[in-house]
Nanobody, 118 residues
Framework: QVQLVESGGGLVQPGGSLTLSCAVS????????MGWYRQAPGKKRELVAD???????HYEVPEKGRFTISMNDAKNTMNLQMRNLKPEDTAVYYC????????????WGQGTQVTVSS
């Protein structure tokens, strides 16, 4: 079992920055990759970025240079640094863990709201 708790969301003005954190606990060794997803009102949940336990990263959002995903060495904290935020980045951001075993379920955090508005 893996538990994920997000933090760091909030209200920020356009052009501002935020860093989201995901605290990971439980059977961390069972995780293959972790990622950040987001869901805006009326839209489907979409992948923002993910990182494998080997450190390989992948970004899905437009203008990828605005976002940086990272994981600490202990694999118990994953961050998403967001820069030059735009109103279209407004969404609930979710932490996600993909297990190594195909027979195990993915794990989701409860989400943290990011609102970009003046």
């Amino acid at each position: 079992q893996v538990q994920l708790v997000e933090s760091g969301g909030g209200l920020v003005q356009p052009g501002g920055s935020l860093t989201l954190s995901c605290a990971v606990s439980g059977n961390i060794a069972s995780i293959y990759a972790m990622g950040w997803y987001r869901q805006a009102p009326g839209k489907k949940r979409e992948l923002v970025a993910d990182i494998t336990n080997g450190g390989s990263t992948h970004y899905e959002v437009p203008e990828k240079g605005r976002f940086t995903i990272s994981m600490n060495d202990a694999k118990n904290t994953m961050n998403l640094q967001m820069r030059n935020l735009k109103p279209e980045d407004t969404a609930v951001y979710y932490c996600h863990a993909e297990p190594k075993s195909l027979s195990s379920d993915d794990t989701w955090g409860q989400g943290t709201q990011v609102t970009v508005s003046s």
